[in-house]
Each structure stands twice: as C-alpha cells, then as structure tokens.
C-alpha cells in the first residue's frame, strides 16, 4: 500500500476515551498522517495524547449550546451532522461506530471500513428496555421518542449501504450486523491493555466486581445476590446513576467503594476469588482484564462473554456462565463456583486472556484493510 494513500478516520463523538475510542487510536497508529473527524470532539488534553496531539473536524453540533456536557440531547440531529462532515478528499474510510460515524457520505471510488461496536442499541432490539429506563414508555413524549427511534432506524438501514466492509468486536456483534442491515461483517476482537494487569495465583477470600453503576450493567442483581449469602463476601467498585438503589441493597457482607483510581481496582481483581459479570455486552473488557489478572469469571452466559471465556467443563476453563440475569441464577453460580473453583488455574485464566491483547488488534487490523485496500484498488483497475 503507497504512502500516498489518503485515509480519513470517523467518530461518533469524542468525549471520553473508552472501546471506541481505543480502535481510531489504533486506525491513527497504523496511519498517522490520516485525518480525524467527529459530530462533536471534547476530548482532554490528556486523552488527546493517545491521539498523539491529532484534533478532529467537527460537525455543527460543536458550537450548539451546551454541546460539551449534554451533545446525547442532539442525537435527533446526529445524522444530519455526520452527513455534513466532507471526507472526499480521501481515499480509504475508515469510521469506528456505535451510532452514526458509519452513516459518513462516501463515493464509489473510496473504500469505506466500518468497525461497528454495534448497531445503534437503543433503536432497534434495546428499544423497549430503553423507554422504559429512560421513563419514555408512556405518554406524548413515549409517541414521539418511538417515532424518532422509527426515523433513525430507517436512516441507519439506508447508510449501510455506504459501507464497503463491515468489521464487528464479535460474532454476537457480527450476528447482530446481519440481523439489522442483511450484511456479513468480519470479527476482529477489540483491543485490551492486558499487559498492564499482573498475574497473581493465590487468591483472597472475597468476590469482586467493577462497574458504572447504570442499569443495564445489572451490579443491582450481583449486591442483591451476595445481600442473600451472608457467608460470601463481595467487593464493589464503582460510580453512577444507581448507585443509591445499590447502596440500599447490600448487606454488611456487601463492600461498595465507590469510584477508585485504577490502581486499587486491578489490586482488588488481582486478590479477588472470582470476577462476577451480570450484563449482556456487546464483547465485555473488564472480564478479559479480570482474566489477565488470572481471576476466574462468573458470568451471565449470553453476549460477547461466550467468546471470552470459556466455561466450566471445557478444557482450561476460566470461569462459568449462569443462564438468567435474576438473583437465584447468581446464587446458584457462586455455589457451584465454591465447588469447582480450585479446578480453575490463574495460568490459563490468563493465558485466554492474551488472545485479546493490542498488539494481536493492531497486527489483525492492520493486514485486514491493507488486503481490502489492494482488492478495491484492483477492482477499480478492472473496472476503467
């Protein structure tokens, strides 16, 4: 592939520096001359720097009113904004997306690579819970959300079409891609920092788990859970919107901190028995990262998880699935878990992890569009 290849990489948004956020770094390494464009970017100086200093073109949404703290309220405008972002000057697409950076316009003679985190959750199979959490079930305002949610839906069909290869975090994703847009979509799996969490096989008497504290992250179910084993002690870390409705479910074997620095919570996952894991998620990095740490995962067995772990009865296990997010599920993994733990080695929990690292993300990445780039150039050839 020529250095003289144009590539343009696209946000959704750039506020934090989470999943997403850690793929366009990645596109940005592989090419760092590439340019950066986003419906709004706030980024610290600090997150920038994994941008290595690289600012972003922004959408309108950047200068409408208290776009920094509340840019989620125009979402109803987002597909507008990414369609006014003019990336032709490129010649290789590259957008990293859970919600409308896919949606970018592009032409026949530019190569457009999507890594989708997931199609856009709220409006299609997460509608119903997504009303309900937001308290949009009912009333004008319920009928208006599930009209917007109809319009989006339809914009977000229509723009797959502007995608040449789609790449998904998992085959759940990929499954999901093929449910929504009729598309197949390559798996490449996320990247995980999994080289900066240590080994440690003695384990300490105590459960641990880590979280925003929102609802569909189900930390609610684990404390409740634990609330019900007197004897089990569970460890809790982190910070959100529910954080008062967990706080009045848990027990005195129940120990919830709060927002800790990163260096506290790996020290916890480091000692914990087991990491216990409540969400359906789209791959889920903080189980792979408890793994890395050699802590085996108890977790619910639906989403990215089936493919980060592997389960109880298979050979070099790294930890169990339950089958329902409710509270007896969770009591009855742990107790089955006090039975077959010892049978579960912090070697292979963390050798499974490894799978996941960086450095195996930007490899794979790297050799999957540099191969797409030399089909679609020589597509092009064939063509004229």
């Excluded at 790449?167 to 798996?187: E, H």
């Excluded at 993994?333 to 070697?347: K, P, T, W």
Aim: proline content about 4%; glycine content about 6%; hydrophobic content about 40%.
């Amino acid at each position: 592939m020529s250095n003289d290849v144009s590539v343009g990489i696209v946000a959704d948004w750039l506020v934090t520096f989470a999943g997403a956020e850690k793929v366009i770094a990645e596109f940005i390494k592989i090419y760092p001359e590439s340019e950066l464009y986003s419906v709004v970017d706030f980024l610290s100086d600090e997150s920038r720097k994994l941008f290595y200093g690289k600012d972003s073109t922004t959408s309108f949404i950047q200068r409408l009113p208290f776009a920094k703290t509340k840019y989620q309220h125009y979402l109803p405008l987002m597909p507008l904004a990414i369609e006014q972002l003019d990336v032709t000057k490129h010649d290789i697409i590259l957008s990293s997306s859970h919600a409308v950076a896919k949606g970018v316009l592009t032409g026949p003679d530019q190569l457009h690579i999507s890594y989708v985190h997931s199609p856009i959750r709220y409006a299609w199979d997460f509608q119903h819970q997504y009303l309900r959490e937001a308290g949009l079930n009912k009333g004008l305002k319920g009928k208006l959300a599930r009209w917007f949610l109809h319009k989006i839906r339809i914009w977000d069909y229509r723009t797959a079409n502007g995608v040449d290869h789609f790449l998904a975090n998992s085959q759940f994703i990929a499954r999901r891609i093929k449910k929504v847009y009729g598309r197949d979509a390559d798996v490449i799996y996320p990247p995980v920092d999994v080289t900066r969490f240590l080994l440690q096989e003695e384990k300490e008497d105590f459960y641990f788990t880590a979280s925003r504290m929102v609802p569909y992250k189900r930390i609610d179910l684990i404390v409740e859970a634990f609330s019900q084993m007197p004897d089990k002690k569970l460890v809790v870390i982190g910070d959100g919107p529910e954080m008062a409705k967990i706080k009045a479910k848990a027990e005195k074997n129940v120990e919830i901190l709060g927002y800790q620095p990163d260096a506290v919570m790996q020290d916890h996952m480091r000692r914990a028995k087991a990491f216990v894991f409540a969400a359906e998620e789209d791959f889920g990095i903080t189980p792979v990262e408890a793994q890395a740490c050699g802590t085996p995962v108890i977790a619910f067995g639906k989403g990215g998880v089936l493919e980060t772990i592997r389960p109880y009865g298979e050979t070099k296990a790294t930890g169990l699935f339950y089958a329902e997010q409710s509270v007896t599920s969770v009591i009855q993994a742990v107790r089955q878990f006090e039975m077959i733990g010892n049978s579960i080695l912090a070697q292979d929990c963390r050798d499974n992890a490894m799978r996941f690292s960086a450095e195996r993300f930007h490899r794979e990445l790297e050799e999957y569009i540099k191969g797409k780039w030399n089909e679609f150039s020589e597509s092009k050839k064939i063509s004229y």
